[in-house]
């Protein structure tokens, strides 16, 4: 039986250099920030014996060193999200990174569509992204060649474009348990992603049109999901950038309490009150609007975080002092009880259980102190933070930036503009749209997205097309497309004047195979 030629001194011994090496990579300049809750032994005691590098390691450095030269100067990187090679060939002229978006995924990319609910085969966004870098690197491959067709006077006149734009890529909520956030992050790596990004969304809970918020996990366990991530990627030894994205902006709800750390925002019934489940079921019972009875039972129940709870019994000197006993630290519920007992003389009622809704969840009370707390808490797992908006409120905005760069200072950020953003709702001048990318970016927002344009603009374009072409047949095609894309400068490529769709890349091929030179 063939046996690994090497002793077992030899194993130690390569085993030890191998812990070294890792050690050493994590004081490296890029990695100094990271804090891994794991030894280097234990990522060395996970690898396989067949150490490899990959692209994706160049497309993060690529990202990395392109987001701290907009900090430096101020300005950010403007991008949308595709999931077609063709229209990432286009975004490239004036883009420098690319974004695969998983609710763009999830309704062109998968067998059976849907919303962005994250409910589509994980590996779904990986693969797109493979497919999306394989299409950068043979537009780059197809270029080269044929810019090395010409002369040194030739190609100084021609357009040429950096199509290798490092992909960013959604990772949403992991995909369920530890292994699958593990199994994600392998094929993201493998895939050639600058970078992705995991989310403290629960799986499967998202409502889009009952009003109801989202719903996200404990922090522990938001904590436990982006070890998972950065552990494969130290396995790998990749560059791979990993950013931790805060949902809890537009969130209602908690899966469970069993961390402290959220303690001070979840809210229960501040009066003694039927459950929220029994009235809702007894609403539905009675064919009545199980909307309307939760609206009347957050209302008659008194629904509070236990804070809020203290503050409507106790009297302005009580209530100052149950927040002086509370101090800054971390106090879970009971606690919280004693210092009341303490501090407040009337009694505080208040029971979380009372408000869980059908699927067990808590009533959460978000905050920009909540989201701030959460992304200082995972940003030694992270490279970058996104604190996801579902509404633009520039208070808010400034408030999370500012707030944690008063704390980690160099701190970058994503920020995406959802396609449904309705800004004079939100108070904005067209002025302050205007600046509001310029104005996040002094704030260290340096990666700016519209994630879904594929799923509004692209529509547009589409719809103004199949109108015309339906209607004026070729004659049109000539006169409003053909004609003006041949004109254009920069060529919108495709056909004409360039080698866009290949021709001379395959001759070249074959020219060098039957070895025969032009
Ligand atoms: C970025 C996002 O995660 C996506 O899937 O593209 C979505 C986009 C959107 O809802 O417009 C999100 O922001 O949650």
Known sequence: MPRVARSVDEEEEAFNACIQRIEEWWRSPKQAHLKRPYTAARVAGLRSNLEQKYASSDMAEK?????????????????????????????????????????????????????DHADYPWDTVPKVVEKLFRGQQWQDQRQRHYRMLHSKEERAKMDEWDYLTPIIADGDMGFGGLTSTVKLTKLFVESGVAMFHLDDLAIGCKKFTTGE??????????????????????????????????????????????????????????VPIESLEKVLRAASAAGKSVLSARKQWISDSGLSTFDEAVQKVANETEF???????????????????????????????????????????????????????AVAVAPLTDVTWGRMDAPKWEKIEKFHQGMRAIIPDRLFLFGYTGQYDYAKAGFTEEMVKNMGVEMAKMGVVWQVQPVWAAQGMNMVVDEFAKMWAEEGIAAYVEKVQKPALAMSPN?????????RGAHFADGLYDAIVSRDY
């Not at 430096?72 to 975004?91: N, V, Y």
């Not at 919108?492 to 866009?500: A, E, L, V, W």
């Open 213 to 270: 918020g989202r719903t996200v996990i404990p922090l522990s366990e938001y904590e436990d999901r982006l070890i998972a991530a950065r552990l494969q990627i130290d396995i790998m030894g990749a560059e791979t950038l990993l950013c931790g994205r805060c949902d809890i902006d537009d969130s209602e709800y908690i899966t469970n309490v069993t961390d402290p750390r959220d303690h001070e925002y979840i809210q229960g019934a501040t």
């Open 320 to 374: 100052a002092a149950y927040k002086a006993k509370l101090g800054e630290q971390t106090v879970p519920i009971e606690q919280r009880r004693v210092i009341a007992e303490a501090t407040v003389s009337k009694p505080v009622f208040f029971d979380w259980d009372l408000a869980r809704i059908r699927g067990g969840q808590y009533f959460y009370k978000t905050c920009v102190k909540a989201m701030i707390e959460r």
């Open 63 to 115: 990202l990395w060193k392109q987001m701290h030269e907009h900090d430096a100067k101020g300005t950010h990187e403007m991008t949308f999200g595709t999931t077609d090679p063709i229209i990432a060939s286009q975004i490239a002229k004036y883009s420098q990174t690319l974004y695969v978006s998983g609710s763009l995924c999830n309704s062109s990319e998968t067998y059976e569509p849907g919303a």
């Open 492 to 500: 919108p490529d495709g056909f004409g004047k360039t080698s866009y």
